[in-house]
């Protein structure tokens, strides 16, 4: 069964297809000019004025361009099936991580509350079970709200408000909140005061929370998280580094491709391979522009973001 679907395969018909082309070319040329001198042989007989005439290279060059427009139109199918088929293989993968993103902390959930329920819990291990089912409903909902979201601005259905906003102060505030959200996390922030941007504040939380996961996610049991913020000439320019897992060479312009997993020892990592893309929309929505930086695996990562400064604010803060 194996052998008749590698067989059947479209790459081999692809191939197959080339080769029975190529056969067909140069059949053409061969017939073709085979009819040509029999031709030109029958007309000597009949008259030697006939047999003068040269190959109507016209006709030749008609055949030979109406057959590599076949060859082109099998190319451009051929593209669009491998393009499709990588489509297929990626949500496939999509949806089975998603499965399991979502059981996880369901199963976490319903675990907590049969103990609740067929146990008589003290108080002090019911906070802590409650705690933990209130993280695990935060990651749910965070997984959703990123799916919504991915859907929302391939599509371009999300419009946002853009308002004069400080994005010293935003950062600031917001990774001021979240220095409690893992108990092994040392966050530092080097933060330059009164830059000012035209955001969409909702937006921006979104792409700090979906960069903030990412460093979390592989940061590992000890993350270090460094929040770095300046003004780089008529940019502010955020900076995220970690000391995590670090990203290969070949991976570090893919990661912000919708659904995509950089490999760590030949298998998939974690998560679903929207945060990033989520990111980089957001980013470039607000005319900025973001990429990463790495040494390599387990040299940690650096991510890099940059969005134009308010003009008019800066010159009446100036």
């Given amino acids: 069964m194996k052998l008749l679907r590698r067989i059947f395969s479209p790459l081999s018909a692809f191939i197959g297809i080339q080769i029975v082309w190529l056969a ?28 003068s005439g040269e190959v109507d290279w016209f006709i030749l060059a008609e055949g030979i361009v109406l057959l590599v427009a076949i060859l082109i139109g099998v190319y451009v199918i051929f593209l669009f099936w491998r393009r499709q088929a990588a489509l297929y293989r990626t949500q496939r993968d999509l949806i089975a991580q998603v499965t399991h993103e979502l059981k996880s902390p369901l199963a976490s959930i319903q675990l907590h509350l049969e103990t609740l329920q067929r146990h008589n819990v003290p108080a002090e291990k019911t906070a802590g079970f409650v705690e933990t089912m209130l993280g695990d409903t935060a990651r749910l909902r965070s997984l959703i709200d990123n799916l919504l979201m991915a859907n929302r601005l391939e599509r371009r259905g999300i419009r946002l408000v853009m308002r004069p906003t400080d994005l010293s102060s935003f950062v600031r505030d917001y990774f001021e909140n979240r220095v409690d959200v893992a108990s092994n996390l040392k966050l530092k922030l080097d933060i330059t005061p009164g830059l000012t941007i035209e955001g969409d ?16 996610l592989y940061g590992g049991s000890d993350p270090h ?4 913020l300046h003004r780089d000439g008529r940019f502010s320019h955020l900076v995220m580094r970690d000391r ?5 060479k070949k991976d570090l312009k893919k990661i912000f491709r919708l659904f995509y997993r950089a490999r760590w020892d030949g ?4 998560g679903t391979g929207l945060c990033l893309f989520i990111v980089r929309t957001i980013v470039k929505r607000h005319r900025g522009k973001i990429w990463a930086e790495s040494a390599g695996p387990h040299q ?12 008019s604010r800066q010159r009446s803060r100036a």
């Fill in 244 to 248: 995590g897992r670090g990203i290969g």
């Fill in 24 to 51: 067909v070319l140069l059949f053409w040329i061969d017939w073709f000019l085979g009819r040509h001198y029999e031709l030109k042989r029958l007309a000597s007989r009949i008259s030697p004025e006939l047999a």
């Fill in 225 to 228: 998280v460094r929040i770095e």
């Fill in 267 to 270: 298998s998939k990592s974690r």
């Fill in 201 to 216: 504040t909702e937006a921006l939380e979104t792409a700090l929370r979906n960069l903030f996961e990412n460093a979390l």
């Fill in 300 to 311: 940690g990562s650096a991510f890099h973001i940059m969005i134009p400064l308010s003009y």
